[in-house]
């Protein structure tokens, strides 16, 4: 029985101090997961202008990405939510198709928009958003004017709440209160951003607020609907002529590309006779020793015969004009040159001398 009890008495120390030894490896633990798991929050790479674009994006085609954009465009989603917004798929449009004037046109709209919506971001202290937007004002415009003064604002914001944090000593359950604060208040910007681009866009032609407050509520809704449908319209509108603008762009750049690579032509330099013969002199104005001229226009065609033959002026004694003019013309006729490529209209003078 004695040796039952100081057994008893001398395991339970033992069994204690187990214990407290798992406990405190437990909590070890659990401190190591969370360091573990802010350490891997503070290094999640930022996104540059080369990431900022989803790979779901990048892996569409030109026509998916045009319907996305412009559905994207229509809805409002101009530069958020990350891997479903207008900026994006109209970058990977212009990644894969870089003279396509519709989405370069479409970013130089986009760009003023999502510099405010930075802005907002470092305000709010919403970095992570502040600099994926920022990513994709770099790859729209990596010269823009904005661009170095948001990066700059960045970086001392979030290094002075960083500051700040340490300072607070801020718990994990107050932090985590804090980031869902500003998830809140950025989706709360992104709403009045949307709504103030729509009144912006309605501010013809509507109904004022004020008698809209006023209005029966089935009225009120009708016109909200019959508001929603135009803006449908028009963005749809928008877009088409963005695309319109665009075909018309590339026929003109296929144009002067062709242009530019075919050879420069000028009539005199390309024209070469292969039978010129001269005129017959009139027999009367022979006789009487008059000399004159004839200036004859007349079009050399592809195949080198010509045609379109008329005579410009006359030089020479009045009553011999017609003679020579006559006379010029018929030897014109029968001249042939060397065939071109395309017809030339060109003028000769043809010389009655003794």
């Known amino acids: 029985m004695f040796a039952?009890?100081?057994l008893r008495h001398g395991l339970a120390p033992?069994?204690?101090?187990?214990a407290m030894a798992c406990a405190l490896g437990a909590c070890k633990k659990d401190e190591a997961t969370a360091d573990a798991g802010t350490t891997a929050t503070q290094q999640a790479p930022a996104p540059t202008p080369e990431s900022v674009?989803?790979?779901t994006i990048t892996a569409m085609n030109p026509d998916q990405l045009r319907t996305e954009a412009s559905k994207a465009y229509g809805e409002n989603r101009l530069y958020a939510p990350a891997?479903?917004?207008a900026m994006e798929y109209y970058l990977a449009l212009r990644d894969k198709q870089p003279a396509d004037a519709g989405a370069s046109s479409a970013l130089t709209d986009l760009l003023p928009m999502t510099v405010i919506a930075t802005e907002q971001g470092i305000t709010r202290e919403d970095f992570a958003e502040a600099k994926r937007l920022a990513a994709l004002i770099e790859k729209a415009d990596a010269q823009h004017p904005a661009l170095s003064r948001l990066k700059s604002a960045i970086a001392s914001s979030e290094t002075a709440a960083?500051?700040?944090v340490e300072d607070q000593k801020l718990t994990a359950e107050e932090e985590a209160k804090r980031q869902?604060?500003?998830?809140?208040?950025?989706?709360?910007?992104q709403r009045k951003?949307?709504?103030l681009q729509r009144q912006q866009a309605a501010a013809a032609g509507q109904v004022p607020p004020a008698a809209a407050a006023t209005q029966p509520a089935p009225a009120a809704a009708a016109a909200a609907a019959a508001e929603a449908e135009r803006q449908r319209v028009a963005a749809a509108e928008a877009e088409r002529q963005r695309q319109a603008a665009a075909a018309a762009e590339q026929q003109r750049q296929q144009q002067a590309a062709a242009q530019a690579a075919a050879p420069a032509r000028t009539a005199s330099s390309e024209l070469r006779p292969i039978s010129n013969p001269g005129p017959r002199y009139p027999q009367t104005a022979q006789r009487a020793g008059a000399a004159g001229s004839v200036q004859v226009e007349f079009t050399v065609n592809t195949d080198g015969s010509v045609g379109n033959v008329r005579a410009v002026s006359s030089d020479g004694p009045r009553q011999y004009q017609r003679e020579f003019e006559r006379e010029a013309l018929a030897a014109v006729k029968r001249w042939r040159f060397q065939p071109v490529a395309e017809a030339t209209?060109?003028?000769r003078t043809i010389a009655f001398q003794q």
């Open 83 to 85: 891997g479903n917004n």
């Open 14 to 18: 033992a069994a204690l101090a187990v």
């Open 345 to 347: 209209t060109t003028r």
């Open 162 to 164: 960083i500051k700040r």
């Open 53 to 55: 674009v989803s790979a």
């Open 4 to 6: 039952k009890k100081t």
């Open 180 to 189: 869902e604060e500003i998830v809140k208040k950025r989706e709360e910007d």
């Open 193 to 195: 951003q949307q709504e």
